[in-house]
């Protein structure tokens, strides 16, 4: 499972994952109403990066978002027989474990930063409107997702990182700049 960044990002992605395990109750796959006993997302690899106009995360977000609200005009206008929807979700538990988390700013370069991020864990997703569609589930997973990393965000101090990153760009000039004078006087120039 991968999810790219939107146009304007400089890392390689936003969310990507090799594992993931489900559990389905098959006597519900031919149902209107799929019931999933459990959903473990384990070891994602997350990158959360801060641009000039908000996260990689927040764009997707409204996406996800939009996507999901545009479904829900459609089923208003259209009955199920005549739009061809696949069933509904029930997800008793749904987890994401031991996420590696990384930060990254447009001042970094693409560079990231890791940080911690605490375990997820959803209970019931649609059990109160007897299913919710793909699209709902996935804007209730980026939600929770985007509200765990902006958490785990918030506790970095960007003043800083951003004074250090600048730093270490002023030290590797100077090193090039004495670099540079020590060749040119091996060679009298």
């Given at each position: 499972?991968?999810?790219?960044?939107?146009k304007?990002?400089k890392?390689?992605?936003?969310?990507?994952v090799?594992?993931?395990?489900?559990?389905?109750?098959?006597?519900?796959?031919?149902?209107d109403?799929?019931?999933?006993?459990?959903?473990?997302?384990?070891?994602?690899?997350?990158?959360?990066?801060?641009?000039?106009?908000?996260s990689?995360?927040?764009?997707?977000q409204?996406?996800?978002?939009?996507?999901?609200n545009?479904?829900?005009?459609?089923?208003?206008?259209e009955?199920?027989?005549?739009?061809?929807?696949?069933?509904?979700?029930?997800i008793?538990?749904?987890?994401?474990?031991?996420?590696?988390?990384?930060?990254?700013?447009?001042?970094l370069?693409?560079?990231?930063?890791?940080?911690?991020?605490?375990?997820?864990?959803?209970?019931?997703?649609?059990?109160?409107?007897?299913g919710?569609?793909?699209?709902?589930?996935?804007?209730?997973?980026?939600?929770?997702?985007?509200?765990?990393?902006?958490?785990a965000?918030?506790?970095?101090?960007?003043?800083?990182?951003?004074?250090?990153?600048?730093a270490?760009t002023?030290?590797?000039?100077?090193?090039?700049?004495?670099?540079?004078?020590?060749?040119?006087?091996l060679?009298?120039?």
């Amino acid at each position: 499972m991968f999810i790219g960044n939107p146009k304007g990002f400089k890392t390689n992605h936003a969310f990507k994952v090799g594992t993931v395990r489900v559990v389905v109750d098959r006597g519900t796959l031919a149902s209107d109403v799929i019931h999933i006993k459990e959903i473990t997302i384990d070891a994602p690899d997350i990158i959360y990066e801060k641009g000039k106009g908000g996260s990689n995360f927040d764009v997707i977000q409204k996406n996800v978002a939009e996507a999901a609200n545009d479904k829900g005009k459609t089923e208003k206008s259209e009955t199920d027989a005549d739009k061809g929807e696949g069933p509904k979700l029930v997800i008793d538990n749904l987890y994401i474990r031991n996420a590696k988390v990384a930060f990254s700013a447009s001042f970094l370069g693409g560079k990231v930063i890791p940080i911690p991020m605490p375990d997820i864990h959803l209970k019931d997703i649609g059990k109160e409107k007897k299913g919710a569609s793909p699209a709902d589930v996935a804007k209730k997973v980026i939600d929770k997702l985007t509200g765990s990393i902006t958490g785990a965000v918030a506790g970095i101090n960007m003043d800083a990182i951003k004074k250090q990153t600048e730093a270490i760009t002023e030290g590797a000039k100077g090193a090039l700049e004495d670099v540079t004078k020590g060749i040119k006087g091996l060679f009298g120039k």
